[in-house]
C-alpha cells in the first residue's frame, strides 16, 4: 500500500468516527428530551393520583411494608412508624423551571401523619421535602442531597445522633458512641445524608433514594394490589396465607447489621426493570 492511499485510509477513519461521535451526541440529545417529555407528562398524572391515595387507609403503609427491599434501610427501632407515613411523592425540578441541564434533578416528599391526640402520638406529624442534584464525579454519574430537620420520635431521643452530640459534654463516652451508631442507621437519619461525608452519615443513602424513585413510588399501586386479599385485588390468585407473609416486614435483632449493608444502584434498578417487564 503506497503512502497516499495510508493517508487516504486513516483521512477516511477519521472522518467516520467524528460522525460516529456526532451520533452519539444526537442519540444522547434524543434520549434526553425523551426522558424530559415522560416527566412532563406524567408528573399532572402522578399529582392525580397521590389525590386519590390520600384518601386509601393506610396506603403507603402497605407499599412499604410489601417492598422487601425497603425494609432493609430501616432499623428495627423504625419499623412502628411506618404506618404513620401518609403521602410519598417525587417532584422533578425540571416540570416548573424547563432547566433540561439539570433535568434530572428531583425532591422526595414525605409526610408523617398520627392520629392519636398529641398525648398519644408516638411521632409529630410533619411533611418533609428532600432535594437530590445529579452530579458527575469522576466520570461516574451520582446523586448528592441537602441536608433537611425532622423531628424524631421521641421514644428515638437516646439514639438520636444530633441529640447525642449537642447534649455530649466533651468526648462521647462508648456508650455515646454505640448509640450514636445506631442512631445512624435509622431511617430518620437518611434525612440528614449528603453523599458527600462517606462514613460520617447514613449509609446507602443515594441507594434508599434510587429505590424510592425507580421503584417504589412509579409501582406503589401494583405492590397495594398485590397485598389485598384474595379478590379485591388484581391478583385473586393469592391466598391469605400469601399475604400474611408479604406484608410482614419485621426482623430479628440478629438481622439489624444485615439491614445495613451496601446495596449497589444496579440493585434498584434490577427491581425497577423487573416490575416493568411484568
Same mark, same amino acid.
Given at each position: 500500500?503506497?503512502?497516499?492511499?495510508?493517508?487516504?485510509?486513516?483521512?477516511?477513519?477519521?472522518?467516520?468516527?467524528?460522525?460516529?461521535? !456526532?451520533?452519539?451526541?444526537?442519540?444522547?440529545?434524543? +434520549?434526553?428530551?425523551?426522558?424530559?417529555?415522560?416527566? $412532563?407528562?406524567?408528573?399532572?398524572?402522578?399529582?392525580?393520583?397521590?389525590?386519590?391515595?390520600?384518601?386509601?387507609?393506610?396506603?403507603?403503609?402497605?407499599?412499604?411494608? !410489601?417492598?422487601?427491599?425497603?425494609? /432493609?434501610?430501616?432499623?428495627?427501632?423504625?419499623?412502628?412508624?411506618? +404506618?404513620?407515613?401518609?403521602?410519598?411523592?417525587?417532584?422533578?425540578?425540571?416540570?416548573?423551571?424547563?432547566?433540561? /441541564?439539570?433535568?434530572?434533578?428531583?425532591?422526595?416528599?414525605?409526610?408523617?401523619?398520627?392520629?392519636?391526640?398529641?398525648?398519644?402520638?408516638?411521632?409529630?406529624?410533619?411533611?418533609?421535602?428532600?432535594?437530590?442534584?445529579?452530579?458527575?464525579?469522576?466520570?461516574?454519574?451520582?446523586?448528592?442531597?441537602? #441536608?433537611?430537620?425532622? $423531628?424524631?420520635?421521641?421514644?428515638?431521643?437516646?439514639?438520636? #445522633?444530633?441529640?447525642?452530640?449537642?447534649?455530649?459534654?466533651?468526648?462521647?463516652?462508648?456508650? !455515646?458512641?454505640?448509640?450514636?451508631?445506631?442512631?445512624?442507621?435509622?431511617?430518620?437519619?437518611?434525612?440528614?445524608?449528603?453523599?458527600?461525608?462517606?462514613?460520617? /452519615?447514613?449509609?446507602?443513602?443515594?441507594?434508599?433514594?434510587?429505590?424510592?424513585?425507580?421503584?417504589?413510588?412509579?409501582?406503589?399501586?401494583?405492590?397495594?394490589?398485590?397485598?389485598? #386479599?384474595?379478590?379485591?385485588?388484581?391478583?385473586?390468585?393469592?391466598?391469605?396465607?400469601?399475604?400474611?407473609?408479604?406484608?410482614?416486614?419485621?426482623?430479628?435483632?440478629?438481622? !439489624? +447489621?444485615?439491614?445495613?449493608?451496601?446495596?449497589? #444502584?444496579?440493585?434498584?434498578?434490577?427491581?425497577?426493570?423487573?416490575?416493568?417487564?411484568?
Amino acid at each position: 500500500m503506497t503512502q497516499q492511499a495510508t493517508e487516504n485510509e486513516s483521512a477516511h477513519l477519521e472522518k467516520s468516527l467524528l460522525e460516529l461521535a !456526532e451520533c452519539e451526541q444526537r442519540m444522547d440529545k434524543a +434520549e434526553r428530551e425523551a426522558e424530559i417529555f415522560r416527566i $412532563k407528562n406524567t408528573q399532572s398524572i402522578y399529582q392525580d393520583r397521590r389525590s386519590i391515595l390520600l384518601n386509601i387507609p393506610q396506603f403507603w403503609y402497605i407499599v412499604l411494608a !410489601e417492598n422487601e427491599d425497603f425494609a /432493609e434501610y430501616m432499623s428495627v427501632d423504625d419499623l412502628q412508624y411506618l +404506618e404513620t407515613i401518609s403521602d410519598v411523592y417525587i417532584h422533578h425540578k425540571v416540570v416548573d423551571t424547563n432547566d433540561t /441541564e439539570h433535568y434530572k434533578d428531583f425532591s422526595i416528599i414525605i409526610a408523617f401523619k398520627d392520629e392519636a391526640s398529641d398525648s398519644n402520638a408516638i411521632i409529630e406529624s410533619q411533611t418533609i421535602t428532600k432535594h437530590f442534584k445529579t452530579v458527575i464525579e469522576d466520570g461516574e454519574e451520582k446523586i448528592t442531597s441537602e #441536608p433537611v430537620d425532622i $423531628k424524631w420520635p421521641k421514644s428515638l431521643d437516646g439514639i438520636n #445522633p444530633n441529640l447525642i452530640k449537642s447534649n455530649a459534654k466533651g468526648e462521647l463516652t462508648t456508650e !455515646e458512641k454505640k448509640n450514636y451508631r445506631t442512631g445512624m442507621k435509622s431511617f430518620f437519619a437518611w434525612f440528614g445524608w449528603t453523599g458527600t461525608k462517606p462514613g460520617k /452519615e447514613y449509609r446507602n443513602g443515594e441507594e434508599l433514594a434510587r429505590l424510592i424513585v425507580d421503584d417504589i413510588f412509579p409501582y406503589a399501586v401494583k405492590y397495594y394490589t398485590e397485598a389485598l #386479599p384474595a379478590g379485591e385485588g388484581e391478583d385473586d390468585d393469592l391466598d391469605d396465607s400469601e399475604e400474611g407473609e408479604e406484608l410482614d416486614i419485621s426482623e430479628d435483632e440478629d438481622d !439489624e +447489621e444485615e439491614s445495613g449493608k451496601k446495596r449497589s #444502584p444496579e440493585d434498584s434498578s434490577e427491581a425497577a426493570n423487573k416490575k416493568s417487564k411484568q
